[in-house]
Nanobody, 122 residues
């Protein structure tokens, strides 16, 4: 059984930082591209960042603008999202996802976590 578990969400002041972590079990982690998506209340799910199987390259959503970075550890089956310069519009539930291809499209990812809430306080 595949499990995708996010952690690290919480409340932060404007301009602050958070580091989200995602641990995956039940699959061969190094065979999967990993991505982070987010969904704010009343909005569609939005692509944040993704990373290839070997961490050779990453892909980011247009709004990221260098504020976020993604990394992975194939020995520990984890992928992290470092978020700096957080703004109120970054408030959302952040989801970790695993898929066989690195794309911006949520439908290409097969396994999803339950999400972790990030709230940026003005």
């Amino acid at each position: 059984q595949v499990q995708v578990i996010e952690s690290g969400g919480g409340e932060v002041q404007v301009g602050g930082s958070l580091r989200l972590s995602c641990h995956v079990s039940g699959l061969t982690f190094s065979n999967y591209a990993m991505a982070w998506f987010r969904q704010a209340p009343g909005k569609d799910r939005e692509f944040v960042m993704a990373i290839t199987r070997s961490a050779y390259s990453t892909f980011r959503g247009d709004f990221v603008k260098g504020r976020f970075s993604i990394s992975r550890d194939n020995h520990n089956n984890t992928v992290d999202l470092q978020m700096n310069g957080l703004q109120p519009e970054d408030t959302a539930v952040y989801y970790c996802a695993a898929g066989l291809s690195m794309t911006k499209r949520s439908e290409t990812y097969n396994y999803w976590g339950q999400g972790t809430q990030v709230t940026v306080i003005p």
